[in-house]
């Protein structure tokens, strides 16, 4: 969101417990190919809450991961890396009608009633989307900010590991941009829900732009450790027995959904606030009838089937690679989706549904 991109470059994205990278290039057919495709995982402690605490070990990570790629061959060192979702700030604002010269101002002093820090203490960033109903009408603007601290700690960490960092994006942008269709439908409002290793995203898109975010204290990872407890294994078979039973009755012996019930209990009422908060704060937004899981955490069984049973909404689990198709990729996609925010950053300046950056 705040540089302008070079025209090659990957996708990063950088989580508390693991890192990913994704690059494309076009093709003479005007197709999009794969060129490479890493991940690595972290050690705890080495990024908190989207805070670098270890710089040395992310930095030998990233290095690593550049040097032996799961899939193919990196070729270039500039990056589009992901920002913190917790860590960051992203919603639709309005400002008074008004000449473009005067906006950025205006913007900057919207921004200071909407966010918990200095607004001198960051990094942001606008741009107007939509259509004014009128010429008196208030202008809508779409607006990011991130602490500059957390910004200037990532640019560290990449110089050091030897890429150059030339755009960085809160990430329910790129999420955004690989879950949804190039030409998404403008009179319909979907909700994202990005359950990743220590926390879920909840992103509402409407009007063709993201509308809001909420950070939700639900982890795919403490599903996994509560799932381990219980049943006394190690964290690897929990993993495991999450995925393949999951809310499955006939398997396990329903032993994951007496586990999991409490947890997506806990998410469906999440789902139920946000649904209503938007209704009641976005006056001119659509109806939301549609749910769109991605992330490690979205991979067990029949999670998509009971939250539509509880919401009463249309869920799926989303395809990162759906504007990418009939271009082949070597996961499968219960490894895919984890690479949404990766697909999305390394899709940034090709062209795909750039109306969400």
């Known amino acids: 969101m705040f540089l302008q991109p070079h025209q090659e470059h990957l996708g990063l994205d950088i989580s508390d417990r693991s890192i990913k990278a994704v690059q494309f290039k076009p093709t003479l057919a005007g197709k999009l190919e794969l060129v490479g495709l890493a991940s690595a995982d972290l050690a705890a402690g080495v990024i908190i809450d989207g805070e670098i605490k270890q710089v040395e070990p992310l930095v030998r990570a990233i290095t690593e991961m550049m040097i ?44 200071e009633h909407h966010i918990p820090i200095p607004i001198d203490e960051t990094y942001w960033d606008w741009q107007q989307v939509g259509h004014q109903a009128s010429n008196n009408a208030r202008l809508p603007i779409l607006l990011g900010v991130v602490p500059r601290a957390i910004v200037d700690s990532y640019n560290t960490a990449l110089s050091q590991a030897r890429l150059v960092p030339i755009a960085m994006e809160i990430e329910a942008v790129p999420i955004a941009r690989s879950l949804l269709p190039a030409e998404p439908n403008p009179d319909e409002a979907v909700m994202i829900i990005d359950i990743g290793a220590t926390q879920t995203s909840l992103v509402v898109v409407d009007h063709g732009t993201i509308q809001f975010t909420v950070s939700l204290p639900i982890s795919g990872r403490k599903i996994t450790e509560t799932i381990a407890t219980t049943l006394n294994l190690n964290e690897s078979q929990a993993e495991k027995a999450k995925i393949v039973c999951g809310l499955d009755p006939k398997k396990c012996h329903d032993a994951m959904g007496q586990i999991l019930y409490k947890v997506m209990d806990e998410l469906v009422r999440r789902i139920g606030e946000a649904v209503i908060f938007y209704r009641e704060h976005f006056p001119t937004g659509h109806q939301l009838n549609q749910v769109i899981l991605c992330g490690g955490g979205a991979n067990f069984k029949f999670i998509d089937q009971h939250l539509a049973d509880k919401l009463h909404l249309k869920v799926s689990r989303g395809n990162p690679w759906r504007n990418l198709e009939p271009s082949p990729t070597p996961l499968k996609p219960s490894e895919l989706i984890g690479y949404t925010t990766a697909i999305g950053l390394a899709l940034r300046k090709v062209g795909i549904n750039n109306n969400h950056d």
């Open 68 to 111: 032996k790629p799961n899939f193919g061959k990196f070729n270039t060192s500039y990056v589009v890396a992901s920002l913190p979702e917790g860590k960051t700030f992203i919603k639709v604002i309005d400002i008074p009608p008004m000449s473009t010269d005067e906006i950025p101002q205006a913007v900057k002093w919207e921004a």
